[in-house]
């Protein structure tokens, strides 16, 4: 199975924009990238989902370079409720199972 | 509704119990899943329905047993556990069991096991 490498943990203030990098030299042609946010005692949550170059929605944004070995999710002016923890996951077509990797502590302060 | 629940939200068990986790969804989600998430450690998979068959066992040891009674419910039946299994129970659906479906997930059960 692929597998991703995000930071361990990140701080940010109220405000800021956050951007986690997740490395995957190994990608298969056929994977997608796929984030996940998880608050604490609470089941993961989808929050973005992309192939190449960006993607967009009401929650975050996803650029992913031409050569896809690395992608980064931004989450723009970060609240104190966006502290949680980011995973990284590739998906692709066939029949893998979802594999999380250790993830991203993201916690803001005020 | 994008709904995922589950019950018990918490349990304790002690070793020779038999008790079960209860897993509902009411999306016309053709997949279910179970995973398992130790404390600051990320969820593993441990089983996989799809069409209400199981599809996928990730080496889970017998004594969690799952069961799918129709396409909205999914259980998992636990026997003889040992303290090692305390940890949060997550249920998920999805549309198919393809990896690009977004996979809804519930709040979790928080298991103890003494």
């Known amino acids: 199975l692929a597998k991703t490498t995000q930071p361990i943990s990140m701080d940010s203030y109220e405000g800021q924009e956050v951007n986690i990098t997740c490395s995957h030299n190994?990608?298969?042609?056929?994977?997608?990238i796929t984030w996940y946010q998880q608050f604490p005692s609470q089941g993961p949550r989808f929050i973005i989902q992309?192939?190449?170059t960006k993607v967009t929605n009401e929650v975050a944004s996803l650029f992913i370079p031409a050569d896809r070995k690395s992608s980064t999710l931004s989450l723009p002016r970060v609240s104190l409720s966006d502290t949680a923890v980011y995973y990284c996951?590739?998906?692709?077509?066939?029949?893998?199972?979802?594999?999380f990797g250790k993830g991203t502590r993201l916690s803001v302060i005020a | 509704d994008t709904e995922v629940t589950q019950t018990p939200k918490h349990l304790v068990m002690g070793m020779t119990n038999k008790k079960s986790l209860k897993c509902e969804q009411h999306?016309?989600?053709?997949?279910m899943y179970w995973y398992k998430q130790k404390a600051k450690k990320p969820p593993e998979l441990m089983f996989v329905?799809?069409?209400?068959?199981?599809?996928i066992n990730e080496s889970v040891p017998s004594r969690f047993s799952p069961e799918c009674p129709n396409s909205s419910l999914l259980n998992l039946h636990l026997h003889a556990l040992q303290p090692e299994d305390s940890a949060l129970y997550l249920c998920?659906?999805?549309?198919?069991?393809?990896?690009?479906?977004?996979?809804?997930f519930g709040p979790g059960t928080r298991l103890t096991v003494l």
């Open positions: 998920a659906s999805s549309q198919e069991r393809r990896n690009t479906d977004t996979q809804y």
């Open positions: 190994n990608i298969a042609t056929n994977d997608y």
């Open positions: 992309g192939y190449k």
């Open positions: 996951l590739l998906r692709n077509s066939g029949n893998t199972p979802l594999v």
């Open positions: 999306m016309g989600h053709r997949a």
């Open positions: 329905y799809s069409y209400e068959k199981l599809s």
